[in-house]
């Protein structure tokens, strides 16, 4: 694996590890293409269990001109109790009421295998392809309970062991628009406490989009205007936009189905809603196991001018998004399944970009963790220096060629 002291952003696609300090590395994969600039970052490590860490972003010109960074980063995984069978994770805090039973923490993995970026041509047109595998990775189910709900340093329930978390990506560019299509793998999920029971309940991925514009942006789901900050009631959709100076220039392609992988391997259709900002606690986030999403907000920011041409002072607070939704997986149980969304930028032709200066992560990227597109996993590292490495990888690795276009 190739060894780098920065992020050579100058050059069209690279990966390669960083040294953060004597324990941990950053793992990248970089991508700049007909102006735009993709980011890809991963902790891992070659001593100790690896914190359970990714990141992606994309930079680039809408077609009016102004600049844009969008990023997705998952708050939370939510284990729910669908009671109305509507399919989707039923909360509003402001009221007191929620389907939720844990929120399951990611602490820790005990192997990690990257899949260096690589470029191919199908009919034509370049495919750049990149992914991750964190395999037997200690969990932790925190409960539901008031008045955390499980989100900020909650009551711990039972220890649990994921067999895998896969993140794999296709980037690729057609004239004006670019298609990152996400495929990842969640492992069975396997609590200690023979009472956590996950049979019957179902699974909700919490995201926030991290969005910055040199001009006013908006956003519509289903076609229409959409703000979590005004505690919109929660809408379900199948498509959402961003738009900047009221052009489309970022889309959400969500009409699909995931899979459960077991024997038969059944597929179900996913389930998008957007969701007002009172869907989660106001305490959340807050406490020990997700101190590193507050600190994510300072690492992107201070990396924008590097990577997107924008001001170091833009506001990425997930309390501030315009856009919270959850994906969330009705049928469930525990159970391994695969789900392939796919996000759409809307690119300028005509206009230059911002030209990237070569930068390191910083030390605090130790700290960091966010999944955007769809898997940013967020989890803590707690004890991470004390544990000792034991498990051999498990079979949920996927050849990175094996991702459809």
Same mark, same amino acid.
Do not use: C
């Given at each position: 694996?190739?060894?780098?002291?920065?992020?050579?952003?100058?050059?069209? @696609?690279? !990966?390669?590890?960083?040294?953060?300090?004597?324990?941990?590395?950053?793992?990248?994969?970089?991508?700049?293409?007909?102006?735009?600039?993709?980011?890809?970052?991963?902790?891992? !490590?070659?001593?100790?269990? !690896?914190?359970?860490?990714?990141?992606?972003?994309?930079?680039?010109?809408?077609?009016?001109?102004?600049?844009?960074? #969008?990023?997705?980063?998952?708050?939370?995984?939510?284990?729910?109790?669908?009671?109305?069978?509507?399919? @989707?994770?039923?909360?509003?805090?402001?009221?007191?009421?929620?389907?939720?039973?844990? &929120?399951?923490?990611?602490?820790? %993995?005990?192997?990690?295998?990257?899949?260096?970026?690589?470029?191919?041509?199908?009919?034509? &047109?370049?495919?750049?392809?990149?992914?991750?595998?964190? !395999?037997?990775?200690?969990?932790?189910?925190?409960?539901? #309970?008031?008045?955390?709900?499980?989100?900020?340093?909650?009551?711990?329930?039972?220890?649990?062991?994921?067999?895998?978390?896969?993140?794999?990506?296709?980037?690729?560019?057609?004239?004006?628009?670019?298609?990152?299509?996400?495929?990842?793998?969640?492992?069975?999920?396997?609590?200690?406490? /023979?009472?956590?029971?996950?049979?019957?309940?179902?699974?909700?991925?919490?995201?926030?989009?991290?969005?910055?514009?040199?001009?006013?942006?908006?956003?519509?789901?289903?076609?229409?205007?959409?703000? %979590? $900050?005004?505690?919109?009631?929660? *809408?379900?959709?199948? &498509?959402?936009? #961003?738009?900047?100076?009221?052009?489309?220039?970022?889309?959400?392609?969500?009409?699909? *189905? @995931?899979?459960?992988?077991?024997?038969?391997?059944?597929?179900?259709?996913?389930?998008?809603?957007?969701?007002?900002?009172?869907?989660? /606690?106001?305490?959340?986030?807050?406490?020990? @196991?997700?101190?590193?999403?507050?600190?994510?907000?300072?690492?992107? $920011?201070? $990396?924008?001018?590097?990577?997107?041409?924008?001001?170091?002072? *833009?506001?990425?607070?997930?309390?501030?998004?315009?856009?919270?939704?959850?994906?969330?997986?009705?049928?469930?149980?525990?159970?391994?399944?695969?789900?392939?969304?796919?996000?759409?930028?809307?690119? %300028?032709?005509?206009?230059?970009?911002?030209?990237?200066?070569?930068?390191?992560? /910083?030390?605090?990227?130790?700290?960091?963790?966010?999944?955007?597109?769809?898997?940013?996993?967020?989890?803590?590292?707690?004890?991470?220096?004390?544990?000792?490495?034991?498990?051999?990888? &498990?079979?949920?690795?996927?050849?990175?060629?094996?991702?459809?276009?």
């Amino acid at each position: 694996m190739a060894q780098a002291s920065s992020i050579p952003t100058s050059q069209e @696609y690279a !990966s390669g590890d960083i040294q953060v300090d004597q324990y941990v590395q950053a793992w990248y994969s970089w991508v700049n293409v007909n102006g735009t600039h993709t980011i890809f970052i991963a902790l891992h !490590s070659s001593q100790l269990p !690896s914190p359970v860490f990714a990141f992606v972003g994309q930079a680039y010109n809408t077609t009016t001109g102004s600049r844009i960074f #969008v990023g997705n980063a998952l708050l939370a995984m939510e284990v729910y109790n669908d009671t109305n069978h509507n399919g @989707y994770l039923d909360a509003n805090y402001t009221s007191g009421t929620t389907e939720l039973r844990y &929120t399951l923490v990611m602490n820790a %993995s005990q192997t990690f295998t990257p899949y260096p970026v690589n470029k191919t041509v199908t009919n034509g &047109t370049p495919h750049y392809r990149w992914g991750i595998t964190y !395999s037997s990775i200690q969990a932790l189910l925190i409960k539901a #309970v008031p008045p955390d709900y499980g989100y900020g340093g909650g009551t711990l329930f039972s220890d649990a062991t994921i067999d895998y978390v896969s993140v794999f990506y296709d980037y690729s560019v057609v004239g004006n628009t670019t298609f990152l299509k996400t495929s990842y793998q969640v492992g069975n999920i396997t609590p200690a406490d /023979p009472g956590a029971m996950l049979q019957g309940l179902s699974l909700s991925l919490l995201h926030a989009t991290l969005t910055v514009a040199s001009n006013p942006l908006s956003v519509e789901a289903g076609s229409m205007p959409y703000d %979590s $900050q005004t505690n919109q009631p929660a *809408s379900q959709f199948n &498509t959402a936009q #961003v738009k900047v100076d009221d052009a489309l220039a970022y889309e959400f392609r969500f009409n699909d *189905s @995931y899979t459960l992988l077991a024997s038969p391997s059944p597929s179900y259709p996913a389930v998008y809603l957007a969701s007002p900002i009172d869907s989660i /606690p106001a305490n959340a986030f807050q406490g020990q @196991y997700f101190a590193p999403l507050v600190r994510v907000q300072y690492f992107v $920011q201070g $990396q924008l001018p590097d990577i997107a041409g924008l001001p170091s002072t *833009s506001n990425l607070d997930y309390n501030t998004t315009k856009f919270l939704y959850r994906v969330s997986y009705p049928i469930w149980s525990g159970k391994a399944l695969r789900h392939d969304p796919t996000y759409v930028a809307h690119v %300028s032709t005509t206009f230059s970009p911002a030209t990237p200066r070569t930068s390191q992560p /910083p030390t605090g990227i130790l700290s960091i963790a966010v999944v955007t597109g769809l898997l940013a996993l967020v989890v803590a590292i707690n004890g991470l220096r004390r544990a000792r490495k034991t498990v051999q990888p &498990t079979d949920g690795r996927q050849d990175i060629d094996e991702v459809s276009p």
